[in-house]
């Protein structure tokens, strides 16, 4: 059973910044395409970004710029750095083995406030 723990969440002031983590297990993280997702409060699951096992990335237009995905495969782990955070990026974020996040961790909440 894939294990996925997020971590790195907190409150942070607009134009800020935070990076999470993503601690994975029980399967071979190399071989697998990442993603992050996450929820607003009252909303529904929305995609934020995707690296491939050969390190390609892709993002969401709403965080194009502001944030960069990468892994460290030797750490079976993944991370988002997220910078110039804006109050619309206040959500519970989570890592997932594929981008509809069917497949995800228990996420960590990222608030994004004055």
């Known amino acids: 059973e894939v294990q996925l723990v997020e971590s790195g969440g907190g409150l942070v002031q607009p134009g800020g910044s935070l990076r999470l983590s993503c601690a994975a297990s029980?399967?071979?993280?190399?071989?697998?395409?990442m993603s992050w997702v996450r929820q607003a409060p009252g909303k529904g699951l929305e995609w934020v970004s995707s690296?491939?096992?050969?390190?390609?990335?892709h993002y969401a237009s709403s965080v194009k710029g502001r944030f960069t995905l990468s892994r460290d495969n030797s750490k079976n782990t993944l991370y988002l750095q997220m910078n110039s955070l804006k109050t619309e990026d206040t959500a519970t974020y989570y890592c997932?083995?594929?981008?509809?996040?069917?497949?995800r961790g228990q996420g960590t909440q990222v608030t994004v406030s004055s």
């Open positions: 029980r399967f071979t993280f190399s071989i697998y395409d």
């Open positions: 997932a083995t594929n981008p509809n996040g069917s497949e």
């Open positions: 690296i491939h096992a050969d390190g390609s990335t």
